[in-house]
């Protein structure tokens, strides 16, 4: 600013910049897109109408900040999942750096699969698959030693496609959207069927997600002394599957709130759709469909990763929110 | 405010009133005590001197606010836990309401001590005992049931020696030091080997912690359909005990990070105080000992409920800070 009278300066002081500030701010605000990724169309709009209403004060719909819970898969509706989970890459990772120990891994599934390269046969194991793995190559280590393990390598990773970490394999459009939820109050929640501990050490970054507001599946943890110095120790046990039935369980146990907003895309978010759409007041559910093969994947069902089909069966019933995601986003990635 | 010459106002609203409005605050922050009902004694020194080399900016033991994270036992720590536990209490109530569908009752401990009256026998019957009545009368309904049954009971029912509601035996020295660490920046979490949902539908009002920073022991539930809405219905399977040494389990299940400081009043606190020691940087660890027979009550051990001894010990000879209530706590309750 040039440098003007002392007496001008006392009024621009009192008066005009508050006043020039506040309608600076007014403006930008106005012509700020929250959501420049998403094209204007359908869901875009139910998605703002939704948040216009419920943090409208006084209005018939209006939700108190500490009511305003929003919950959000990770696999497939943040980011990526094919041709395999993240956590499926990890697994993959940890048995070959395992395998020397492990003799027997080359005649026994899911092992023998991991160690040949057949990402087929590893994609038809599933979840059970994925169970083995996640006992064979997540547990007998500290909590701490896990996360310096994943945090090592997500650090190194990259997709096999798009040849780029996987924390960049994350959807631009719903980053805005979470951003745009919590600058309206809302807190946002990961509720995933990952693992808890492979989303903590990098999750709070990517997603603006702290640690607390992840939920997750787990093993059970022992608390034990090592060399003097407490420790938790992950056991070969599960404790916990964040998937399908499971999310609204989740919800219940880690959040204790039922929430008013929920994004899924595959028949394991369906339940948690379902214990968000059936509380009072206003609601938002949301799938994202994954349409897009040039620009990232087209698939709902049958697949081996993130099938939807009875959850999109009951969107169209029940009108929730259906992300078409090549006609409604501009783009995919930062 | 008088009317003053336009000249003048100009000037208050430019300069003098922010000043006088920053000066009036600053004079009120440090007037004001933080924790007036705690004696300016060792504790309460040792606490504000940890917040504040905590919370100093560029010093040496700054810790961000994310990091900021304080977790409470909540029975002999927040509130009354003589002398009975208040879900023991709540658990005795559900026995009497439900006794005449189970004729079993009348010979089966501790059902048949709860429909006596014998309450030595029902403390001694100490946590198992505690697990029989909860699977017996917290089970089988829905969370939304359970949740109106403890509403109505917790508002109606009065604490046996002090005739006032339970949710009014709360500790306030212990109401001020919660809110002295929030005004500083950190999340408090109740992590009380007490049932969660017992405690969810009052504790965010009474003590300001919401919901999703509650962590408790819990039941299994199981999402399910009744009449085309879904419900989460509660089994009688233990899901978690958050006490002992389950506590570290429970701050990393939920928590995903090691509090920096732990209050608590019992061995049940021991390993969760220990846990919140062994992290990097300033710690705080507090237990409250409960020397007060004329206010509250005196107890350590031997005591059917809220023992401290090996806890005790530890905190002597690692200077942990052990409040005397008796000498400490100017008063009691709110």
Redesign the interface.
Same mark, same amino acid.
């Given at each position: 600013m040039k440098r003007i009278s002392s007496k001008l300066a #006392?009024?621009w002081?009192? #008066?005009a910049r508050p006043l020039f500030v506040a309608a600076l701010f007014a403006f930008t605000v106005a012509a700020q897109d929250p959501l420049p990724s998403w094209n204007d169309s359908f869901s875009k709009s139910a998605i703002v109408q939704f948040v216009t209403e419920v943090t409208r004060q006084g209005g018939s719909s209006f939700v108190p900040d *500490?009511q305003r819970i929003a919950t959000f898969d990770n696999d497939g509706t943040l980011w990526v999942e094919q041709p395999l989970y993240t956590q499926f890459a990890f697994a993959v990772a940890r048995v070959k750096t395992l395998a020397p120990k492990h003799a027997e891994w080359k005649e026994q599934q899911p092992f023998k699969a991991v160690l040949d390269g057949d990402m087929k046969t590893l994609a038809a194991s599933g979840e059970r698959g994925l169970v083995q793995l996640i006992m064979a190559t997540h547990t007998g280590i500290t909590?701490d030693e896990f996360q310096g393990i994943v945090s090592d390598w997500i650090g190194a990773a990259r997709h096999p496609r798009f040849q780029r970490p996987f924390t960049e394999c994350v959807y631009q459009p719903m980053l805005e959207l979470m951003a745009y939820l919590r600058a309206n109050g809302f807190?946002t929640y990961i509720v995933s069927g990952g693992g /808890?501990?492979f989303m903590?050490p990098w999750a709070e970054k990517v997603y603006g997600v &702290?640690?607390?507001q992840?939920i997750g599946s +787990?093993v059970k943890?022992?608390?034990?002394m090592q060399n003097g +110095? &407490?420790v #938790?120790m992950r056991l070969p046990e599960i404790?916990f599957v964040d998937d399908g *039935? =499971?999310k &609204? /369980?989740g919800i %219940?146990?880690?959040? =204790?709130?039922r929430p008013i907003a929920a994004f899924g895309n595959s028949d394991g978010d369906q %339940?948690m759709l379902?214990?968000t759409a *059936?509380g009072p007041g206003k609601r938002l559910m949301v799938l994202i469909h994954h349409t897009d093969a040039i620009r990232e994947y087209a698939y709902d069902h049958p697949s081996p990763v993130g099938a939807l089909d009875k959850a999109l069966l009951e969107a169209k019933a029940k009108s929730w929110v259906v992300v078409d995601m090549k006609k409604e986003w501009k783009r995919i990635f930062p």
């Open positions: #006392l009024k002081e009192g #008066l *500490a909590t807190k /808890v501990e903590r &702290p640690r607390e992840i +787990s943890t022992k608390f034990e +110095s &407490p #938790l404790d *039935a =499971g &609204p /369980v %219940q146990k880690f959040i =204790g709130r %339940q379902e214990w *059936a």
